[in-house]
Each structure stands twice: as C-alpha cells, then as structure tokens.
C-alpha cells in the first residue's frame, strides 16, 4: 500500500502565499518524480511543478517566478511554496509521486493523492 496525504490548502486573497506539503508512505522502494497538479472547474488536470530523481525541478510556465517546489528525500515529502497568488491559481491540487513499490517486478507507478483545494479571492 502507498499513500500521499497532502496538506496546506485554504483560502487566500491574491498576494497572499500558501504551502502545501504531500508525504508518500508506505511500501515504497524509490521515488522517481515527485510533484503537483491541479484542476480548475471545467479545465483539465495540468502540471504545476515536478522534480525528478535526478534532481531537476520543472515548473509550469504559468506559475515560474512564483511558486517553489522542494522536496525532502529522506520523508519522502514534498513542499509548494506558493507566492504572489492569483484568482486563477484557484484550484484542487493533486501531489503525484511516480515510484517502484518492494516487490517484483519492479514496475514504476503513479500514484495520486486525494488532492487539497486551493481558493484565490480577487
């Protein structure tokens, strides 16, 4: 079993920051990638921020500048630093961790948290 329990969202006036945090545990051998989506009512899920194993850091062109995204490869957590919000950050954000469970065969997967609600006020 694996789970990412994800915390941090709330409500924020614009300006404002948030940091959401999301740890991974359970069976986990290694962790390949590890980030945040999110979705917006009536938009499609899209990237927000990722690093990779090999220790780069992608961010959507969107949120560059504003958002940081760190990550604690000892507790398997991640954390978004979220500054100078905007109305249209609102959204649910989902942590993703691409990652090989104990186990044969060693197969990477996705796995997806419950996600957490981000609200921006104008």
């Known amino acids: 079993q694996v789970q990412l329990v994800e915390s941090g969202g709330g409500l924020v006036k614009a300006g404002g920051s948030l940091t959401l945090s999301c740890a991974a545990s359970g069976s986990i051998f290694s962790i390949n990638a590890m980030g945040w989506y999110r979705q917006a009512p009536g938009k499609q899920r899209e990237l927000v921020a990722v690093?990779?194993?090999?220790?780069?850091?992608n961010y959507a062109d969107s949120v560059k500048g504003r958002f940081t995204l760190a990550r604690d490869n000892a507790k398997n957590t991640v954390y978004l630093q979220m500054n100078s919000l905007l109305p249209e950050d609102t959204a649910v954000y989902y942590c993703?961790?691409?990652?090989?469970?104990?186990?044969?065969?060693?197969?990477?997967?996705?796995?997806w948290g419950k996600g957490t609600l981000v609200t921006v006020s104008s």
């Open positions: 993703n961790a691409n990652l090989v469970r104990f186990g044969w065969p060693p197969t990477p997967m996705d796995y």
């Open positions: 690093s990779t194993s090999g220790g780069t850091t």
